[in-house]
């Protein structure tokens, strides 16, 4: 089973940019699908976006055409452009062999990384 690992959190102003990663070990991370969680304080955990293997990426409509997710080989990206205060929360990273599993949320999961935008 891989196991993941959440950097490059931090506080930033609206309008900012963030790049968050996820290092990988343990699995063969390339093949398998992976992606990003967030969650608020006081909100369910939701969906931000994911990566097939093939390269296909799934965006939730509320970043699309801000945040960016991206993956090398044994690592994880989400560039997060224009950051809004709504965007605050816990970003988790997850990876399954089944895209599915990564879009429902019930793959494996990282600990979490702190991303936190002031007005």
């Known amino acids: 089973q891989v196991q993941l690992v959440e950097s490059g959190g931090g506080l930033v102003q609206s309008g900012d940019s963030l790049r968050l990663s996820c290092a990988a070990s343990g699995g063969t991370f390339s093949i398998i699908a992976a992606g990003w969680f967030r969650q608020a304080p006081g909100k369910e955990r939701e969906f931000v976006a994911a990566?097939?293997?093939?390269?296909a990426t799934y965006y939730a409509d509320s970043v699309k055409g801000r945040f960016t997710i991206s993956r090398a080989k044994n690592a994880l990206y989400l560039q997060m452009n224009n950051l809004k205060p709504e965007d605050t929360a816990v970003y988790y990273c997850?990876?399954?062999?089944?895209?599915?599993?990564?879009?429902?949320?019930?793959?494996?999961w990282g600990q979490g990384t702190q991303v936190t935008i002031s007005t």
């Open positions: 997850t990876a399954d062999p089944r895209l599915n599993s990564v879009l429902n949320g019930v793959g494996s």
């Open positions: 990566i097939h293997w093939s390269g």
